[in-house]
């Protein structure tokens, strides 16, 4: 009838139009067969670059691997819907927090036609909630603690110990040049040791807290460490950074370490030339890219640069609140993605 015609085609450009929810119809096998404008706005893919595709594409890597997407569309059918709040995926990698709803429709035969998603981007609110939590701000305090608890080990090894090993060295050369022979080179070898425990302790010192940091900022305590690890190696390094504002004191310590874990496993294991880092500004957080040109993991890699460098970094992001993925591209380099929020916490 032209009435319900002309419904219909308001209730179409309604849902087209609609640009705070990411609405979408899949088919039965869960493959996308309409596209609103707000799915380009939230998952940044237009409609004839993921209609067709199946929307398992949403997923992060470790849902996908553990078939969460089809177990969703089965709870979706037996139960009439499925409903939850987690990680999706847009189109340049990155993930947002959504509230999602899948909806099972079937015809007047009671045959299933296909899905009904809804999807809204809850990551600010997240943020914002995460921020005032007691989690959150016991995080906030627990990092801080941490990372004054380097700095003072830091300090008290530069000031204390390596100036004390540095006057040693020196008495070492007062005696060498006094001394002759067999007794010389004992004493000149045990000076060489002493050297080579000051340079390791300045490098632990640095690794601790490196200066700038705490002087200059997240930006340019990433750039001294770079300079620093990569001296000398024949490594190339480049940071792209697009920040609002310099993130809060336990963001910016997150993102540090991390890219601190990352960077090292690049210069130990990945021999490589060049190592790119970007830093965005995103969904009131850091987006961080850390991305090498060297060999990729090596097969099966299960032993201590899997369990001591991978899980520190995703444990660090997630329990920041935000998200971490590891891209391994065989041959051709991998890239560390991670997000953490960038809240003020009380």
Not at 32 to 49: C, D, Q
Not at 80 to 87: A, F, I, P
Not at 262 to 279: C, D, E, P, Q
Not at 308 to 313: A, P, Q, T, Y
């Amino acid at each position: 009838m032209p009435g319900q015609d002309r419904q219909s085609e308001d209730i179409q450009l309604l849902v087209r139009s609609v640009v705070d929810y990411s609405i979408c119809l899949l088919d039965p096998a869960g493959h996308v067969t309409s596209w609103n404008a707000g799915a380009e706005r939230i998952k940044g893919y237009r409609a004839e670059e993921i209609i067709g595709r199946h929307f398992s594409v949403f997923y992060p890597p470790e849902d996908v691997a553990a078939g969460k997407p089809a177990m969703e569309l089965e709870v979706a059918v037996a139960d009439g819907r499925w409903e939850e709040e987690g990680w999706r995926v847009r189109k340049d990698g990155t993930r947002f927090w959504a509230s999602v709803v899948i909806t099972a429709l079937h015809d007047e035969r009671g045959e299933l036609r296909g899905f009904g998603k809804v999807t809204r981007d809850l990551t600010e609110r997240r943020n914002v909630a995460r921020a005032l939590d007691e989690r959150g701000m016991l995080l906030a305090h627990l990092v801080r603690a941490q990372e004054v608890e380097r700095r003072r080990i830091a300090y008290d090894v530069h000031d204390d110990t390596i100036q004390s090993m540095v006057a040693v060295g020196m008495r070492l050369r007062a005696m060498e040049s006094g001394l002759g022979g067999e007794q010389a080179a004992e004493v000149r070898g045990i000076g060489e040791a002493v050297e080579a425990a000051v340079a390791r302790l300045r490098d632990l010192t640095f690794e601790l807290r490196p200066p700038a940091l705490d002087e200059e900022g997240l930006v340019e305590g990433l750039a001294g460490y770079l300079r620093q690890v990569t001296a000398g190696t024949g490594l190339s390094f480049e940071i792209d950074h697009r920040l609002d504002a310099d993130p809060p004191p336990e963001a910016a310590v997150t993102i540090f370490r991390i890219c601190q874990e990352a960077i090292t496993n690049v210069r130990k294991h990945a021999r490589a030339t060049s190592i790119r880092l970007s830093l965005v500004s995103l969904d009131r957080g850091v987006h961080v890219r850390v991305a090498d040109d060297g060999t990729g993991l090596p097969p099966g890699a299960e032993g201590p640069l899997r369990h001591f460098g991978l899980i520190e970094m995703r444990e660090r992001a997630e329990i920041a609140g935000g998200w971490w993925s590891l891209t391994d591209r065989p041959g051709a380099g991998t890239t560390v993605d991670f997000w953490v929020p960038a809240v003020p916490h009380a």
